[in-house]
C-alpha cells in the first residue's frame, strides 16, 4: 500500500516536523527527534491504538517530557488508545487512565490513585516507591 504524500505532509506538520527533518539521514537525528519520526510512522494509516514499550529509554529528561506530551496531545486529540509500558511512576500516575501492575505475587489493575498508593507499591513490590517530580520553569 502506498500512502498519500498528503498524509505524510499532515503529520509532519501536526508533529512540528520540518522538511529538513523528514530528509536527514536517521544517524544524524537525535534520540527525540528519531522517536518524533517512529511515532509519526506509526500514526500512518490512521491507527486506534497504540502501544509503547518504554519510549523514553535512553532520553533526557527534557526529551522525555515532550515525547510524552506529544503522546498525550495525539492520544485526547485523535482519541486513540494508548498502551504504555513504563517504570516511570510519575508519567504513569500523571497520564494513565488504567494502570496494570504485574508482580511475581499479585497483579492488580484500576485507576491510578488507587492502586499507585505507597502502600500497594510496596506491597507489589517489596520497596517504597520513588517519585520523580519535573519543575517546569515558565
Keep these: 500500500?502506498?500512502?498519500?504524500?498528503?498524509?505524510?505532509?499532515?503529520?509532519?506538520?501536526?508533529?512540528?516536523?520540518?522538511?529538513?527533518?523528514?530528509?536527514?539521514?536517521?544517524?544524524?537525528?537525535?534520540?527525540g527527534q528519531f522517536q518524533k519520526l517512529l511515532i509519526a510512522f506509526a500514526l500512518l494509516g490512521h491507527p486506534n491504538?497504540?502501544?509503547?514499550?518504554?519510549?523514553?529509554?535512553s532520553l533526557d529528561e527534557l526529551s522525555q517530557e515532550r515525547i510524552y506530551e506529544l503522546v498525550h496531545d495525539l492520544q485526547t486529540q485523535r482519541g486513540i488508545t494508548v498502551i504504555l509500558v513504563s517504570h516511570d511512576l510519575s508519567v504513569v500516575y500523571r497520564y494513565a487512565s488504567q494502570v496494570l501492575c504485574l508482580s511475581k505475587g499479585k497483579p492488580c489493575m484500576g485507576p491510578p490513585k488507587?492502586?499507585?498508593?505507597?502502600?500497594?507499591?510496596?506491597e507489589l513490590y517489596g520497596a517504597p516507591p520513588k517519585y520523580y517530580r519535573h519543575i517546569q520553569e515558565h
Design 1 to 31: 500500500m502506498r500512502l498519500a504524500g498528503q498524509e505524510v505532509v499532515q503529520l509532519s506538520s501536526e508533529l512540528s516536523l520540518s522538511p529538513e527533518f523528514l530528509n536527514a539521514g536517521i544517524g544524524t537525528l537525535s534520540g
Design 114 to 122: 488507587e492502586i499507585m498508593t505507597p502502600q500497594m507499591l510496596e
Design 49 to 57: 491504538v497504540l502501544l509503547f514499550d518504554e519510549p523514553t529509554a
